[in-house]
């Protein structure tokens, strides 16, 4: 039981207006309308946005193109926030809105990790059926 409390469930609103910010944000970067010097932020993929329960705070997961760099384009976003809440402030029509926090997004290297451990179990187990 300890567990599942870990592990809470988004409620409905922080993913709807946690989706809305991605959507805007991933326009927004696309039209580099942020104005982010020494970035060109059309090459940035928005791939998740998560909110805390108070929708005062998104943590923004991105990644560059090709996944070069991915620290030092979480740095320069995270140096340059106010820019992009400023855009974003001009887009969105909430209560609050909210801060913005950048973080890498390593969920596709993670993939690419497990994809290859599950091919190289399959090759040692064709390597296995050949021997036996």
């Known amino acids: ?20 910010v991605k959507q805007n944000l991933g326009e927004l970067f696309i039209r580099n309308e942020a104005k982010i010097p020494s970035i060109n932020s059309k090459l940035i993929t928005v791939t998740e946005v998560r909110m805390t329960p108070d929708l005062k705070t998104a943590r923004v997961y991105v990644i560059p193109l090709g996944g070069i760099d991915t620290s030092q384009t979480v740095k320069i976003l995270t140096e340059y926030s106010h820019l992009v809440r400023k855009a974003l402030s001009k887009r969105l029509d909430i209560k609050f809105l909210p801060k913005l926090v950048f973080v890498e997004d390593n969920s596709f290297e993670y993939a690419e990790k497990i994809e290859k451990i599950i091919k190289e179990n399959k090759n040692n187990d064709k390597e296995k059926k050949r021997y036996n």
């Open 1 to 20: 039981m300890k567990n599942q409390s870990l592990y809470k469930a988004f409620s409905q609103r922080q993913l709807r207006v946690g989706e809305l």
